[in-house]
């Protein structure tokens, strides 16, 4: 069974500061790899996707991958309280279209 | 349209009611998703579809759901005699491609919150 395990939270962050947050996954065969943003009551929104180790950086958004440890993360750079909402790590394994599966989402909260 | 529209956006249900849930994607695109959503989870893959061809039903939970797209644009996904635990946002996603490693950007609808009493 695919898993995609995320720290619930909440995670408190100071304003300006880096905000870190860890996802891990079972599926060695996945290959690719996403983080959504949902704020309460809406719907999820993509932020970034990335398929290659290493760093990806995208604004004040990085995303970190480690197959071989099967981790990923995403750094949010000078942290803004419009950032706070619940962020969701999806994984798809295949090369074609078939559907992603989430974690649970950490909820990060931007203290101003 | 410009985005992923779904209808009814609330929707409560009596237990054992039938409830039909519906999803116009983005003109256009080949994939469409449906999710559910409990409450403080992330989505959960219900089924896909490809065009009109449902490729993947496996997270149907049981047997009272039901998903269709014959023409390979509006779907709808059926619950048939609701019970409390289907209380849940049922999120419609669409894409525009097929294959690829980061082909599969998923665009969400605004989702439909179900709350069967």
């Known amino acids: 069974q695919k898993e995609v395990e995320q720290n619930s939270g909440p995670l408190s962050v100071p304003e300006g500061a880096i905000a870190s947050l860890n996802c891990t996954y079972s599926?060695?065969?996945?290959?690719?790899f996403f983080w959504y943003r949902q704020y309460s009551g809406k719907s999820p929104e993509l932020i970034m996707f990335?398929?290659?180790?290493g760093d990806k950086e995208d604004g004040r958004f990085t995303a970190q991958l480690n197959k071989a440890s099967q981790y990923v993360s995403l750094l949010i750079r000078d942290s803004q309280p419009s950032d706070s909402a619940t962020y969701l790590c999806?994984?798809?394994?295949?090369?074609?279209?078939?559907?992603?599966?989430f974690g649970k989402g950490t909820h990060l909260i931007i203290q101003p | 349209g410009a985005g992923v529209s779904q209808s009814p956006r609330y929707k409560v249900a009596k237990r054992g009611q039938d409830v039909a849930l519906r999803c116009d994607p983005i003109?256009?695109?080949?994939?469409l998703f449906w999710y559910q959503q409990a409450l403080g989870q992330g989505p959960e893959f219900l089924t896909y579809?490809?065009?009109?061809?449902?490729?993947?039903k496996s997270g149907l939970p049981s047997d009272r759901f039901f998903a269709e797209r014959p023409e390979g644009s509006v779907s709808t996904l059926k619950i048939q005699r609701t019970q409390q635990e289907d209380s849940a946002v049922y999120l419609c996603?669409?894409?525009?491609?097929?294959?690829?490693?980061?082909?599969?950007?998923?665009?969400f609808g605004a989702g439909s919150r179900l709350t069967v009493l």
């Open positions: 579809f490809q065009n009109e061809a449902q490729l993947d």
């Open positions: 996603a669409s894409s525009l491609v097929v294959g690829g490693l980061g082909a599969n950007v998923l665009t």
């Open positions: 003109s256009g695109h080949v994939s």
């Open positions: 999806a994984v798809r394994s295949g090369g074609g279209a078939d559907g992603l599966t």
């Open positions: 990335i398929y290659s180790n």
């Open positions: 599926d060695r065969g996945s290959q690719s």
